[in-house]
């Protein structure tokens, strides 16, 4: 079996995918900017030219909009995973089209010229935006509703366009929202619940899917050199959608905290969201708040995994209520949240 090449193979999916991959036995290369990763907190920042650590992958150093990086880290592969986005940017973040279409096209041309096998494309349930039909599916219509959502909805209609003109075989995923030890997004939720200072905007009834990692993992993992999966796009993650209060409480009871009661109306803190945005994009200033941020309180994100299960076999083994557990033991034990006196809080009274 030839090398796989995971593009972002530094940051948080790519980590736990290229980890489970060398277990496997396969031989990984990964394309990854000097500094990638700091979205995550398993990431090892390293300067361009210093060496791996020892159990890393073989590193190509380089950013998906250069051209001549990709073709070095697609040359002599078999299978790319294509992972890289600019996903924590705000939702009008000027790099968003060169990273997720730009250097979608560089991927895809390399793939062509090197006659890679198979290329897994990394995709988004935001391509999808705010659900109207619950739970939705692959078929759900496109109602991509922010500049990273758009553009990566833009990345995929170019893999399946470049796809049908090749021949190149091509398989789509659309994660849904990952969680799990090492994810630094989701930690703020978590950090403002445990400090009783959780704001909940708005009634807290849209609909929130948080898939665990080790689940997503294992549905790239089933499309890997499987004929089944070519030219198909699939939804995958768990099972459970609950609302954003259903949630809010379930990760309060495993922190042993009050549930957070303070609410505040969603549709004045838009608008100084979209003030923020518009003072800080000429002066290229990353928004302290956004729109974007504020559509977790807002749209809903409530899947079906059908098609993965029907066609790949795919079953998820993390329940949400498991995964929040296993998630806080993580933060507690690598110091991102504070025992109560001196106590873990998940598993001390179990």
Not at 93 to 116: K, P, S
């Amino acid at each position: 079996m030839g090398a796989i090449l995971v593009t972002g193979g530094r940051g948080f999916l790519g980590s736990h995918l290229v980890r489970q991959l060398r277990g496997l036995g396969e031989t990984v290369r990964i394309l990854a900017r000097p500094g990638a990763g700091e979205g995550w907190a398993g990431a090892r920042p390293q300067a361009k030219g210093q060496a791996p650590a020892a159990d890393d992958p073989q590193v190509v150093w380089g950013d998906i909009r250069d051209a001549r990086a990709v073709e070095r880290a697609v040359e002599g592969a078999e299978v790319v995973m294509h992972l890289v986005s600019n996903f924590r940017k705000a939702g009008t973040d000027g790099q968003a089209h060169g990273i997720n279409v730009d250097g979608t096209d560089h991927v895809l041309r390399a793939c062509e010229r090197h006659g890679v096998k198979q290329l897994i494309h990394c995709s988004t349930i935001g391509v999808h935006g705010d659900v109207r039909t619950i739970p939705a599916d692959e078929q759900t219509p496109f109602n991509p509703g922010d500049r990273y959502q758009q553009t990566k909805l833009l990345a995929e209609q170019r893999v399946w366009d470049r796809a049908k003109a090749s021949g190149l075989p091509v398989t789509v995923i659309r994660p849904i929202s990952m969680f799990g030890p090492g994810d630094l997004r989701m930690l703020k939720l978590f950090r403002l619940i445990r400090q009783g200072r959780f704001v909940m905007f708005g009634q807290g009834t849209a609909l929130f899917q948080p898939a665990y990692i080790d689940d997503v993992v294992a549905g790239f993992l089933l499309c890997l050199r499987n004929p089944k999966a070519f030219g198909e796009a699939f939804i995958v993650g768990g099972e459970d959608y609950v609302p954003l209060n259903e949630l809010v409480r379930l990760i309060a009871v495993e922190l042993h905290v009050a549930p957070p009661t303070l609410r505040l109306p969603l549709a004045p803190m838009q608008w100084v969201a979209a003030c923020v945005e518009t003072v800080c994009a000429p002066l290229g200033i990353e928004p302290p708040l956004h729109r974007r941020r504020l559509s977790f309180f807002k749209n809903n994100r409530a899947f079906r995994i059908e098609k993965a299960k029907r066609v790949l076999g795919f079953r998820p083994q993390v329940s949400l209520l498991e995964g929040i557990r296993r998630t806080i033991r993580w933060y507690e034990e690598h110091g991102y949240l504070e025992p109560v006196n001196g106590r873990r809080l998940v598993g001390a009274d179990r």
